[in-house]
């Protein structure tokens, strides 16, 4: 092991030091990779994905390769640039026996889990997984990984858009709940996977709101720090469309808690309520607006009444002169 | 002896009470959903998504049905202004408002079987209905397919234009109702022109 500096153990230390020196922060703020060491990474992964991206499988780098096997082991260049990990080299979590190919019989044990290098999060996000619904009884148990690629996952406060943050989260539920086949494999025997459109019948346009909103918006409980991993039972989920379709909205602590700070740099703090976010009945309002539009409505009131006070004392009075 | 002519037929009399059922309707369900909250007691919001989008569809039918009617029968001409001296005839009307009618003058331009309305009433008719209801229908019909409406416009979710289009013109025809309620006490009595509209006969002072 050539390009490793510290042995399992040593970095592990290293790393809680580095996470005291900077007041507990995350892992990716202590993570500050030099220029040259994200080439050196990048030229690494190159290598790896020389033989591991669609474009081996059209022109194999070595004859014989087994492209059968190869064809289900393949990471999207793009989608790894573009993923919370893209500055990691593959090795880095790969750690053992993928340096050459063939690979070692058991380089695949090697391989770090998410808990080696987000130890605190991790530790967080397990005692929430404990008390999530699908913690206890399925057949095949679930995994980080389960839900997680890490060659493709972005973290929400990196896409910050809803819309897409949204497609990544919920393609992870449907992925099971929108499918007999993966839902039969993880669920427990003879359950079989309640349709997902006759559960949420009583939501107009479930379809429609699950490209602008997550399962997790109302099936995990709010935690102002991190999104819970606790999804409930289906009796305490989120079943009041005011949760969402009113000025308090829940969606500003959630979702859309990662737009926040830079609307209201770019749209100033009144208009930032109306101007950065998906437009939502009943949550998107502008104070001036409302306010304007209220102004305005009441004073036609007013004015009406008082136009009809006043014709109606200029004709008593007019009538008073005509009897004196 | 007061004049009776009659003047509102049938159909436009059920179109009439209708659309202002309907505009009622959604104001009070529209209101409930603009301003939802756990503090909003009008509508809740879940029921009053069903009634708007319902009310809203029967809306636009009406319309449809206004506007041919309008043309088949003629009754079309009766919102466009008739030249010469308009804005005169809006003024005169105007001072009438304001000023005339606490002195106890008389309409300036009663209503005749030819002109059941005056040039003001003729303009703002005229914009309400096919300006502003349309602008409102429309905007509903998007806001009911948001699909309809653009992914994103000028940067921003493009869903916010078609809401705002449709808050405003709503608001404004519902100010435009309150004052052509409260104007409808402005006939021979307090109370007539409301019965000319059920009724279709006009008691000409
Ligand atoms: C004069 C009549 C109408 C009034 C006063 C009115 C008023 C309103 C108001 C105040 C809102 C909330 C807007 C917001 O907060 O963004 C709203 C929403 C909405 N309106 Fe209307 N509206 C009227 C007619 C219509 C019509 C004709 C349609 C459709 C054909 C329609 C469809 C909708 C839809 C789809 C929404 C979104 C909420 C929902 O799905 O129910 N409206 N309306």
Redesign the pocket.
Known sequence: MPERMFSVAQSGWLAVCLWLLLGGSTLAAAFNPTPEALEKNRQANLKCLACHSEAALRQPPKVDLDLKKLRGLIVDPAAFAASSHARLACGKCHTEGYAEHPHAEDAKDMTSTCDDCHSKQARVIEAEFEQSVHADNLTEPMTCLTCHNPHRMQAAKNLKQPDLIVAQDNRVCLGCHDSDATFAQYAPEKKTRPLTDDAHAWL?NARMHWKSVRCVECHTPSNPNTQSHQILSKDKAVKDCVACHSRDSLLSARLYRHLAEEDQRKYGFINSAILGKP?V??A??NPLLDGIVIALVVLTLVGMLAHGLVRYLAARLRRRKQHD | MTERIYLFPLWLRLWHWANAL??LV??V???S??FAGPDMYLVDFSL??RI??V???A??ALYGFFVIANAVSGNWWQYVPKSPGVLQRCWTQTRFYLWGVFKGEHEPFPMTREANFNALQAIIYWLVMYLL?PI??VS??I??NPQWAPARMFGLDGLLPV??L??LS??V??MFAISHVYLGTMGARPTSTHKTMITGWHEAE
């Open positions: 107009p437009y009945v009943g998107t309002r | 309907l505009i959604l104001g369900t529209g209101i959903l603009h009053a998504v708007h989008n009310a809203g569809l809306l636009a209801l409102t229908i509903g019909l806001y009911l809401a705002l449709h808050y709503a608001a025809i519902l």
